[in-house]
Protein backbone atom coordinates (compact mmCIF):
# COMPACT_ATOMS: atom_id res chain seq x y z
CA UNK A 1 0.00 0.00 0.00
CA UNK A 2 2.93 2.22 0.06
CA UNK A 3 1.68 5.16 2.23
CA UNK A 4 -1.13 4.49 4.45
CA UNK A 5 -2.93 7.68 4.39
CA UNK A 6 -1.98 9.23 1.23
CA UNK A 7 -3.01 5.93 -0.85
CA UNK A 8 -6.37 5.25 1.42
CA UNK A 9 -7.69 8.63 2.19
CA UNK A 10 -8.06 10.49 -1.28
CA UNK A 11 -10.02 7.62 -2.73
CA UNK A 12 -12.46 7.44 0.41
CA UNK A 13 -12.58 11.06 1.56
CA UNK A 14 -11.86 13.70 -1.71
CA UNK A 15 -15.41 14.35 -2.85
CA UNK A 16 -16.07 14.66 1.17
CA UNK A 17 -13.10 17.44 1.63
CA UNK A 18 -13.75 19.59 -0.91
CA UNK A 19 -17.46 20.60 0.54
CA UNK A 20 -16.86 24.12 2.54
CA UNK A 21 -19.13 22.89 5.00
CA UNK A 22 -16.82 19.93 6.15
CA UNK A 23 -13.57 22.55 5.79
CA UNK A 24 -14.85 24.55 8.22
CA UNK A 25 -14.29 22.32 10.66
CA UNK A 26 -10.57 21.69 9.62
CA UNK A 27 -10.67 18.13 9.67
CA UNK A 28 -8.64 18.20 6.24
CA UNK A 29 -5.60 19.75 8.35
CA UNK A 30 -6.43 17.37 11.44
CA UNK A 31 -5.84 14.35 9.31
CA UNK A 32 -2.84 15.78 7.45
CA UNK A 33 -1.13 17.56 9.65
CA UNK A 34 -2.39 16.92 13.27
CA UNK A 35 -3.98 19.54 14.40
CA UNK A 36 -5.44 19.80 18.17
CA UNK A 37 -5.92 16.22 19.84
CA UNK A 38 -7.72 16.41 22.72
CA UNK A 39 -6.12 12.82 24.29
CA UNK A 40 -8.13 12.76 27.37
CA UNK A 41 -11.84 12.71 28.37
CA UNK A 42 -11.24 15.39 30.61
CA UNK A 43 -9.02 18.73 30.91
CA UNK A 44 -8.58 18.23 34.35
CA UNK A 45 -8.88 14.42 35.01
CA UNK A 46 -8.17 14.60 38.62
CA UNK A 47 -10.47 17.83 39.38
CA UNK A 48 -13.65 15.86 37.67
CA UNK A 49 -14.56 14.20 41.46
CA UNK A 50 -14.48 16.98 43.47
CA UNK A 51 -16.08 19.41 40.26
CA UNK A 52 -19.02 17.14 39.44
CA UNK A 53 -20.11 17.48 43.14
CA UNK A 54 -19.95 21.50 42.82
CA UNK A 55 -16.75 22.02 44.36
CA UNK A 56 -13.37 23.53 43.54
CA UNK A 57 -10.01 21.85 44.11
CA UNK A 58 -7.14 23.75 45.99
CA UNK A 59 -5.27 23.97 42.87
CA UNK A 60 -8.08 25.16 40.64
CA UNK A 61 -9.01 28.05 43.62
CA UNK A 62 -5.51 28.97 42.90
CA UNK A 63 -5.57 29.62 39.73
CA UNK A 64 -8.71 31.75 40.25
CA UNK A 65 -6.57 33.69 43.08
CA UNK A 66 -3.29 34.33 40.85
CA UNK A 67 -5.30 35.14 37.73
CA UNK A 68 -7.05 38.22 39.79
CA UNK A 69 -4.05 39.20 41.91
CA UNK A 70 -1.83 39.43 38.44
CA UNK A 71 -3.48 42.13 37.39
CA UNK A 72 -2.19 44.63 39.96
CA UNK A 73 1.20 45.33 41.23
CA UNK A 74 3.02 47.34 44.04
CA UNK A 75 1.38 48.52 47.43
CA UNK A 76 -1.78 49.78 45.45
CA UNK A 77 -1.92 46.76 43.97
CA UNK A 78 -2.17 44.65 47.03
CA UNK A 79 -5.11 46.70 47.61
CA UNK A 80 -7.21 46.31 44.26
CA UNK A 81 -6.75 42.80 44.13
CA UNK A 82 -8.11 42.34 47.91
CA UNK A 83 -10.51 44.81 46.69
CA UNK A 84 -11.53 42.87 43.76
CA UNK A 85 -11.57 39.37 44.92
CA UNK A 86 -14.03 41.44 47.97
CA UNK A 87 -16.49 42.52 45.40
CA UNK A 88 -15.91 41.49 41.56
CA UNK A 89 -17.74 38.55 40.14
CA UNK A 90 -14.72 36.29 39.61
CA UNK A 91 -13.66 37.10 43.40
CA UNK A 92 -17.03 36.15 44.98
CA UNK A 93 -16.71 33.05 42.82
CA UNK A 94 -14.00 31.96 44.93
CA UNK A 95 -15.46 32.65 48.38
CA UNK A 96 -18.14 30.91 47.55
CA UNK A 97 -15.88 28.11 45.81
CA UNK A 98 -19.14 26.92 43.91
CA UNK A 99 -18.92 24.66 40.59
CA UNK A 100 -22.05 24.49 38.21
CA UNK A 101 -21.67 22.96 35.05
CA UNK A 102 -23.71 23.12 31.36
CA UNK A 103 -23.16 20.32 28.62
CA UNK A 104 -24.46 20.75 24.99
CA UNK A 105 -23.33 21.43 21.64
CA UNK A 106 -19.56 23.23 21.51
CA UNK A 107 -17.50 25.36 19.74
CA UNK A 108 -14.89 27.80 20.73
CA UNK A 109 -13.72 31.33 19.56
CA UNK A 110 -11.17 33.76 20.58
CA UNK A 111 -10.45 37.52 19.66
CA UNK A 112 -7.55 40.27 20.15
CA UNK A 113 -7.53 43.47 21.67
CA UNK A 114 -6.10 46.23 21.22
CA UNK A 115 -5.19 49.20 22.71
CA UNK A 116 -4.84 50.29 26.50
CA UNK A 117 -6.01 46.84 27.14
CA UNK A 118 -4.31 44.51 24.89
CA UNK A 119 -4.77 40.73 24.88
CA UNK A 120 -5.92 37.38 22.93
CA UNK A 121 -9.96 36.58 24.42
CA UNK A 122 -10.83 33.28 24.74
CA UNK A 123 -14.22 31.78 24.97
CA UNK A 124 -16.11 28.86 24.83
CA UNK A 125 -19.88 28.85 23.56
CA UNK A 126 -22.64 26.38 24.30
CA UNK A 127 -25.81 26.59 22.07
CA UNK A 128 -28.79 24.56 23.08
CA UNK A 129 -32.62 25.22 22.46
CA UNK A 130 -33.70 25.60 26.46
CA UNK A 131 -30.88 28.18 27.43
CA UNK A 132 -29.96 29.56 23.84
CA UNK A 133 -26.05 31.06 22.92
CA UNK A 134 -24.44 30.90 25.98
CA UNK A 135 -20.59 32.17 26.10
CA UNK A 136 -17.91 31.17 29.22
CA UNK A 137 -14.32 32.49 29.81
CA UNK A 138 -11.63 30.03 29.86
CA UNK A 139 -8.16 29.93 29.97
CA UNK A 140 -5.78 29.48 26.64
CA UNK A 141 -4.16 26.49 27.67
CA UNK A 142 -8.16 25.09 28.19
CA UNK A 143 -8.56 26.50 24.55
CA UNK A 144 -6.01 24.72 22.92
CA UNK A 145 -6.60 21.53 24.34
CA UNK A 146 -9.96 21.89 23.00
CA UNK A 147 -11.47 20.50 19.93
CA UNK A 148 -12.79 23.37 17.56
CA UNK A 149 -16.35 21.90 17.70
CA UNK A 150 -18.02 18.81 19.72
CA UNK A 151 -20.44 17.84 22.75
CA UNK A 152 -18.83 19.09 25.91
CA UNK A 153 -19.49 19.45 29.43
CA UNK A 154 -18.43 22.69 31.02
CA UNK A 155 -17.79 23.20 35.12
CA UNK A 156 -17.57 26.57 35.71
CA UNK A 157 -17.93 29.41 38.08
CA UNK A 158 -21.69 30.82 38.31
CA UNK A 159 -21.29 34.45 38.41
CA UNK A 160 -17.87 35.29 35.92
CA UNK A 161 -18.77 32.12 33.96
CA UNK A 162 -15.03 31.00 34.21
CA UNK A 163 -14.62 27.40 33.09
CA UNK A 164 -12.50 25.84 35.49
CA UNK A 165 -13.01 21.83 33.83
CA UNK A 166 -14.30 20.40 30.88
CA UNK A 167 -15.60 17.05 29.43
CA UNK A 168 -15.56 15.38 26.12
CA UNK A 169 -18.99 14.11 25.67
CA UNK A 170 -18.78 13.67 22.40
CA UNK A 171 -19.51 10.41 20.10
CA UNK A 172 -18.88 9.85 16.38
CA UNK A 173 -17.90 7.23 14.44
CA UNK A 174 -14.66 7.73 11.61
CA UNK A 175 -16.31 6.96 8.11
CA UNK A 176 -17.02 8.72 5.11
CA UNK A 177 -20.74 8.52 5.38
CA UNK A 178 -20.71 9.75 8.82
CA UNK A 179 -19.18 13.17 7.77
CA UNK A 180 -21.78 13.02 4.97
CA UNK A 181 -24.52 12.57 7.10
CA UNK A 182 -23.20 15.43 9.32
CA UNK A 183 -22.37 17.59 6.49
CA UNK A 184 -26.15 17.22 5.35
CA UNK A 185 -27.23 18.05 8.94
CA UNK A 186 -25.75 21.20 8.71
CA UNK A 187 -26.51 22.23 5.03
CA UNK A 188 -29.95 21.45 5.79
CA UNK A 189 -29.68 23.58 9.33
CA UNK A 190 -28.43 26.71 7.84
CA UNK A 191 -30.86 26.74 4.87
CA UNK A 192 -33.45 27.07 7.47
CA UNK A 193 -31.71 29.54 9.17
CA UNK A 194 -31.56 27.19 12.67
CA UNK A 195 -29.08 28.42 14.89
CA UNK A 196 -29.49 25.67 17.00
CA UNK A 197 -29.54 22.51 14.66
CA UNK A 198 -26.48 24.20 12.84
CA UNK A 199 -24.87 24.00 16.51
CA UNK A 200 -25.81 20.37 16.97
CA UNK A 201 -24.56 19.10 13.59
CA UNK A 202 -21.31 21.32 14.17
CA UNK A 203 -21.12 19.13 17.38
CA UNK A 204 -21.93 15.85 15.45
CA UNK A 205 -18.82 16.99 12.92
CA UNK A 206 -16.55 17.30 15.47
CA UNK A 207 -17.01 14.12 17.19
CA UNK A 208 -16.47 12.33 13.96
CA UNK A 209 -13.30 14.76 13.06
CA UNK A 210 -11.82 13.39 16.95
CA UNK A 211 -13.14 10.11 15.98
CA UNK A 212 -10.64 9.88 12.89
CA UNK A 213 -7.70 11.70 15.25
CA UNK A 214 -8.37 8.30 17.19
CA UNK A 215 -8.33 6.22 14.41
CA UNK A 216 -4.94 7.76 13.06
CA UNK A 217 -2.54 8.15 15.97
CA UNK A 218 -0.20 11.32 15.05
CA UNK A 219 2.89 9.45 17.57
CA UNK A 220 3.08 6.18 15.73
CA UNK A 221 6.64 5.40 17.07
CA UNK A 222 4.91 5.40 20.40
CA UNK A 223 2.04 2.75 20.06
CA UNK A 224 2.63 -0.39 21.91
CA UNK A 225 2.32 -2.88 19.28
CA UNK A 226 2.01 -5.79 21.55
CA UNK A 227 -1.22 -8.68 20.47
CA UNK A 228 -3.23 -10.13 22.85
CA UNK A 229 -3.78 -13.04 21.10
CA UNK A 230 -1.54 -16.22 20.29
CA UNK A 231 -1.91 -16.56 16.65
CA UNK A 232 -2.48 -13.42 14.86
CA UNK A 233 -2.80 -14.80 11.56
CA UNK A 234 -6.07 -16.91 13.26
CA UNK A 235 -7.03 -13.11 14.51
CA UNK A 236 -7.27 -10.90 11.70
CA UNK A 237 -9.57 -13.01 9.73
CA UNK A 238 -12.55 -11.22 9.64
CA UNK A 239 -13.88 -7.52 8.14
CA UNK A 240 -12.15 -4.76 10.16
CA UNK A 241 -13.43 -1.00 9.36
CA UNK A 242 -11.39 2.09 8.93
CA UNK A 243 -11.73 5.82 8.60
CA UNK A 244 -10.88 4.84 4.41
CA UNK A 245 -12.62 1.76 3.76
CA UNK A 246 -13.17 -1.93 5.36
CA UNK A 247 -10.93 -4.54 4.75
CA UNK A 248 -12.10 -8.27 4.75
CA UNK A 249 -9.39 -10.87 5.79
CA UNK A 250 -10.15 -14.61 4.32
CA UNK A 251 -8.76 -17.55 5.62
CA UNK A 252 -7.56 -18.94 2.39
CA UNK A 253 -5.51 -15.69 2.23
CA UNK A 254 -7.38 -13.49 0.05
CA UNK A 255 -7.98 -10.02 1.02
CA UNK A 256 -10.73 -7.52 -0.20
CA UNK A 257 -11.16 -3.12 0.12
CA UNK A 258 -13.93 -1.65 -0.23
CA UNK A 259 -13.26 2.19 -0.28
CA UNK A 260 -15.32 4.75 0.80
CA UNK A 261 -16.02 6.09 -2.45
CA UNK A 262 -17.82 2.30 -3.41
CA UNK A 263 -14.64 1.09 -5.68
CA UNK A 264 -13.54 -2.61 -4.97
CA UNK A 265 -10.57 -4.73 -4.83
CA UNK A 266 -8.88 -7.94 -4.03
CA UNK A 267 -5.15 -9.25 -3.38
CA UNK A 268 -3.63 -11.40 -1.16
CA UNK A 269 -2.53 -11.26 2.38
CA UNK A 270 0.31 -13.28 4.64
CA UNK A 271 1.52 -12.74 8.48
CA UNK A 272 4.78 -13.70 8.85
CA UNK A 273 6.96 -14.65 12.24
CA UNK A 274 7.91 -11.22 13.10
CA UNK A 275 4.23 -10.11 13.22
CA UNK A 276 3.91 -8.24 9.83
CA UNK A 277 1.33 -8.06 7.57
CA UNK A 278 2.01 -8.40 4.14
CA UNK A 279 -0.67 -7.70 1.40
CA UNK A 280 -0.93 -7.11 -2.19
CA UNK A 281 -4.10 -4.98 -3.15
CA UNK A 282 -5.22 -2.17 -5.11
CA UNK A 283 -1.69 -2.60 -7.08
CA UNK A 284 0.53 -1.92 -4.55
CA UNK A 285 2.17 -4.28 -2.02
CA UNK A 286 2.10 -3.38 1.77
CA UNK A 287 4.34 -4.24 4.72
CA UNK A 288 3.29 -3.16 7.98
CA UNK A 289 3.55 -4.25 11.55
CA UNK A 290 -0.11 -5.58 12.91
CA UNK A 291 -1.45 -5.59 16.06
CA UNK A 292 -4.14 -7.04 17.43
CA UNK A 293 -5.97 -5.81 21.32
CA UNK A 294 -9.95 -6.67 21.12
CA UNK A 295 -11.94 -5.66 18.39
CA UNK A 296 -9.23 -3.26 17.86
CA UNK A 297 -6.54 -3.81 14.79
CA UNK A 298 -3.40 -1.45 14.42
CA UNK A 299 -1.55 -1.19 11.14
CA UNK A 300 1.83 0.65 11.62
CA UNK A 301 4.04 1.69 8.55
CA UNK A 302 6.97 3.78 8.67
CA UNK A 303 5.96 6.76 10.33
CA UNK A 304 2.25 6.36 10.03
CA UNK A 305 -0.30 4.03 11.72
CA UNK A 306 -4.14 3.31 11.38
CA UNK A 307 -6.31 1.87 13.96
CA UNK A 308 -9.36 -0.55 12.49
CA UNK A 309 -12.35 -1.92 14.22
CA UNK A 310 -13.91 -5.42 13.87
CA UNK A 311 -17.25 -5.59 12.56
CA UNK A 312 -19.45 -8.01 13.80
CA UNK A 313 -20.49 -10.85 11.42
Same mark, same amino acid.
Given at each position: ??????QLAPRAL???WADPDVRILGIRRTISLGGTRVTDL? $????????????QLTPQQAETIR??????????????????ERAASPRGRDLAEGRVESVEGPFR???????????????? $??????EAGRQEYVCWHDMYEWAPYAGTMRLYY???????????????????????KQANENYAAAREEHDKVAEAQALAQLGGVAQAFEDAVPEDAASLDMHTDTASLAEAIVGSWKSPFGDLTFRDDGTVSAQMGDGANFTGNWSVDAAGHLHADVMGTAMDAEAAIRGDEMTLRMDDQALVLRRQAL
Open positions: MGNLHRAGIA $FAPDALDANRSGNSIDSKHSGITGLVAAAAKRWWQNYGRIAGANYR $FVIETRLPRSKVVVNVENLSTGEATPEAI
